[in-house]
């Protein structure tokens, strides 16, 4: 009898270790799973060069890599889905646009330098990014998750008009309007970048800005850039007011003492983050106050993000910034 019950036992803690056995099994494949999803390399089966702008270096790359370093670097992982979508979907149009023109030069296609071409961080250095803004771990792992699907999910599709790759621009912020392209650069007229309504959340830190610059300052640099204001002095300044206006209401000219200068250049001269602005003339200074980041032209990335938000999805986000446009596969 005894040596019943020691066996009955004795065959409870085998089966007993057995289950714990294939329930620690069971765990160490999930987290392989989660670990998979996590590192998984998708690749899209095409090379491009990128230019490294401070070291000169030319890498080759997959396509799909370069993409999961451009989203999230132009765009807040943080955002929507749908919001990251389009942007991987302009990400992509823009760099076969470029390349169609050329690319880079140089032995390269495309370069990281964001004024020049498109914004491009290594998965690495966007891992030390995130985790310098207090990102957690998980949440890093799930920013890069949403990448991966934002560039898988939309895998080889271009927007085209009349079956022609777009120039596909994008910027951050407009609220109420993006701009129409033939309003700067140069007046080139693209009939799907037009001025469309715009609406975005009004939380974004960046709505507002303002920019305050001494008279003299000011004048400075209007002489760097100018010579035709060597004869203006500060009291000229005072009289500096908008003398044009864009079809979306940004700023196209100022006047500063009868001599007409361009917003688009002075956003870049003085800073300013558009030129959808104000102007205020107070004790020897000017000041600007602005509404939106960016040009203006194309895509706005909060605008794309409210629009997620509002549910749409990434199709119709695209269709209402460019105008007349279609989503194509490659083949």
Same mark, same amino acid.
């Given at each position: 009898m005894c040596f019943l019950i020691i066996i009955t036992?004795?065959?409870?803690?085998?089966?007993?270790?057995?289950? /714990?056995?294939?329930?620690?099994?069971?765990?160490?494949?999930?987290?392989?799973?989660?670990?998979?999803?996590?590192?998984?390399?998708?690749?899209?089966?095409?090379?491009?060069?990128?230019?490294?702008? =401070?070291?000169?270096?030319?890498?080759?790359?997959?396509?799909?890599?370069?993409?999961?370093?451009?989203?999230?670097?132009?765009m807040s992982p943080s955002y929507e889905i749908e919001a990251l979508k389009a942007q991987a979907?302009?990400?992509?149009?823009?760099?076969?646009?470029?390349?169609?023109?050329?690319?880079?030069?140089?032995?390269?296609?495309?370069?990281?330098?964001?004024?020049?071409?498109?914004?491009?961080?290594?998965?690495? =250095?966007?891992?030390?990014?995130?985790?310098? =803004?207090?990102?957690?771990?998980?949440?890093?792992?799930?920013?890069?998750?949403?990448?991966?699907?934002?560039?898988v999910s939309t895998q080889n599709e271009i927007i085209t008009y009349n079956g022609e790759c777009i120039k596909a621009f994008f910027h951050a912020s407009?609220?109420?309007k993006t701009e129409d392209i033939s309003q700067i650069w140069g007046g080139e007229t693209l009939p799907y970048? =037009?001025?469309?309504?715009?609406?975005?959340?009004?939380?974004?830190?960046?709505?507002?800005?303002?920019?305050?610059?001494?008279?003299?300052?000011?004048?400075?640099?209007?002489?760097?850039?100018?010579?035709?204001f060597n004869e203006v002095t500060n009291e000229n300044i005072k009289d500096t007011k908008i003398s044009d206006y864009t079809i979306s209401g940004r700023v196209k000219n100022i006047e500063v003492s009868g001599i007409?200068?361009?917003?688009?250049?002075?956003?870049?001269?003085?800073?300013?983050?558009?030129?959808?602005?104000? /102007?205020?003339? /107070?004790?020897?200074?000017? /000041?600007?106050n602005v509404i939106g980041y960016g040009h203006g032209v194309g895509l706005s990335q909060v605008g794309a993000n409210y629009y997620a938000k509002s549910g749409m999805k990434y199709d119709e986000i695209i269709k209402h910034y460019y105008t007349g446009v279609e989503i194509k596969k490659l083949n």
């Open positions: 036992i004795a065959l409870f803690i085998i089966n007993l270790l057995s289950e /714990i056995g294939n329930n620690k099994k069971e765990e160490e494949k999930v987290l392989e799973q989660k670990e998979e999803k996590h590192t998984i390399e998708y690749k899209a089966n095409e090379t491009i060069r990128i230019k490294f702008s =401070k070291t000169g270096e030319i890498v080759a790359m997959d396509m799909n890599d370069y993409l999961r370093g451009v989203v999230p670097s132009e979907l302009v990400a992509r149009t823009y760099t076969y646009k470029k390349i169609s023109g050329g690319g880079e030069g140089q032995g390269a296609d495309m370069c990281d330098n964001f004024a020049h071409c498109q914004a491009f961080y290594t998965k690495e =250095k966007l891992f030390e990014i995130w985790s310098r =803004k207090g990102y957690d771990e998980k949440t890093i792992f799930e920013f890069w998750d949403k990448v991966n699907e934002a560039i407009s609220p109420q970048l =037009k001025s469309v309504e715009n609406i975005e959340d009004e939380g974004y830190v960046n709505r507002t800005s303002k920019v305050e610059i001494s008279f003299e300052d000011f004048l400075n640099k209007l002489k760097e850039n100018n010579k035709e007409k200068v361009n917003a688009e250049k002075l956003r870049t001269m003085y800073g300013l983050k558009s030129t959808n602005f104000t /102007i205020e003339i /107070i004790d020897n200074k000017i /000041i600007f």
